[in-house]
């Protein structure tokens, strides 16, 4: 897991041009996708997964979903998905893991009522198998990684290194997003999320993993940026992924980067020495003129749409109805499906055909809290207290995990305006769980407690 200035900057240009071969050549992201596989494959096979080089692909595969889905790379919608679960699974092989995860273990035992119940369902225009695998690969996807990550020790630059490795590839993304639509006045007449902007794909998905790269590039610059090279390059893409993330109108992404930053600094302060503390008085102050100043440039571009749409106001400056874009309305038909199925549920994976029948509503949920509870009822509630509760326990002896809070916002957040539709909330949330050193240990065996 060792990296240089040269190899950093040489990665970040090889991406900007995996971009624009991938614009020319569309058929190459499928190329593209699988060699990521076999690459990925070959560099855990010959080094035994030593250094935990799984977390460095599987973060890799978290940072190019997006990427792969807007130019047709992906094999199918959960492609990524499991392959994360395929590399965790294979760092398990190799590098075994904590006997303590079995809380992970038992999450999963809670998923298995409400398969049963949707194996029995017999409706002809209800896909069983697709919508087991829609709603549950990403709870396995969480609940495989967390077990391989829980209290799994790492070192804090390490961790940084697979933050790199989800980086690299939203390069990629938010220069194919520039080739897609390098003039955003031009395509913004409302305040509704865009798909020009978004590089014709979903803009909530493209915001998320834009967000996610925000604050990757934050991290890169205020603590790994020891040249003025790395701080104008690490500043620049900071300032163009947030541009970018914030043009596509999707709020979750940039809301929740945001937070993931303020919590860093918070915790970044909190722990500093008083001379540390003073110096963190400029990194505040920079930090805003950088919002301030890609906000204002974005405002210019959208012509000031951007800043009703954030103050929930159509082109006119009409005050919607609801905030959330329709999504209260399912989170409310979900309690109440909830409310009159609380010990069982209705089966994972049967939300919208039940909506559909009872309200008419045949959206897919984007609020993975108000799923778990209609699908899978009390277990439901058992498997959310679980994965709310246990990366705290591991945080009291955990005190050196300075992005642990940053993680576990993302997840939250994210899970509540975009469910688990990529992997990245299931990756991020295990990142939660490792047990972090800043220092050097006078041994640095890869064990796990």
């Given at each position: ?214 604050f990757v590039f934050f991290t890169q610059l205020i603590l790994f940026s020891k040249s003025k090279k790395a701080i104008i390059i690490n500043g620049f893409l900071l300032l163009f992924m947030t541009y970018r ?205």
């Amino acid at each position: 897991m060792k990296n240089t200035k040269s190899s950093y900057s040489f990665l970040l240009l090889i991406h900007a041009v995996i971009a624009l071969v991938v614009f020319t050549i569309p058929f190459l992201s499928k190329l593209y996708a699988l060699l990521i596989l076999v690459v990925g494959f070959f560099i855990v096979y010959r080094t035994k997964n030593k250094n935990n080089e799984v977390l460095l692909v599987a973060g890799y595969l978290v940072g190019v979903e997006v990427f792969l889905r807007m130019t047709g790379g992906n094999l199918n919608n959960e492609f990524v998905k499991f392959g994360v679960t395929f590399f965790m699974l294979l760092g398990m092989i190799y590098s075994n893991f904590s006997t303590n995860a079995f809380i992970y273990w038992f999450f999963l035992i809670l998923l298995i009522p409400s398969i049963l119940i949707t194996s029995t369902v017999f409706n002809p225009s209800v896909d069983i198998k697709k919508s087991l695998v829609f709603n549950l690969s990403g709870p396995v996807c969480l609940a495989i990684s967390s077990i391989y990550m829980f209290r799994r020790r790492i070192l804090f630059s390490d961790l940084q290194n697979v933050l790199v490795a989800m980086g690299l590839p939203l390069v990629s993304t938010t220069v194919y997003l520039f080739l897609f639509n390098p003039s955003v006045r031009d395509v913004v007449t409302g305040t509704q999320s865009n798909f020009e902007t978004s590089g014709g794909f979903g803009p909530n998905q493209v915001s998320t993993a834009l967000g996610l790269g925000m604050f990757v590039f934050f991290t890169q610059l205020i603590l790994f940026s020891k040249s003025k090279k790395a701080i104008i390059i690490n500043g620049f893409l900071l300032l163009f992924m947030t541009y970018r993330g914030i043009v596509t109108f999707s709020r979750g992404g940039v809301i929740t980067a945001a937070v993931m930053i303020v919590c860093l600094l918070a915790l970044l302060y909190s722990f500093s020495n008083a001379r540390g503390k003073s110096k963190f008085v400029l990194v505040f102050i920079v930090t805003g003129i950088m919002g301030v100043g890609v906000w204002g440039y974005s405002s210019i571009q959208t012509n000031g749409l951007i800043q009703k749409r954030y103050a929930n106001q159509d082109a006119a400056g009409r005050v919607k109805k609801d905030r959330l874009g329709g999504r209260e309305e399912i989170m409310g038909e979900e309690i109440t499906i909830f409310m009159d199925n609380p010990i069982l549920g209705i089966g994972a994976g049967m939300g919208k055909q039940v909506r559909k029948e009872t309200f008419g509503e045949s959206a897919a949920s984007h609020n993975e809290i108000t799923r778990m509870l209609s699908e899978h009822g009390l277990f439901g509630i058992f498997g959310l207290a679980l994965l709310f509760i246990t990366p705290f326990v591991v945080y009291v002896n955990n005190r050196q995990h300075l992005y642990f809070l940053s993680f576990f916002i993302f997840w939250l957040l994210t899970i509540n305006h975009a469910a688990m539709r990529t992997a990245a909330p299931a990756f991020v949330y295990a990142l939660s769980l490792l047990l972090v050193q800043v220092k050097i240990p006078e041994k640095t065996e890869n064990l796990i407690d």
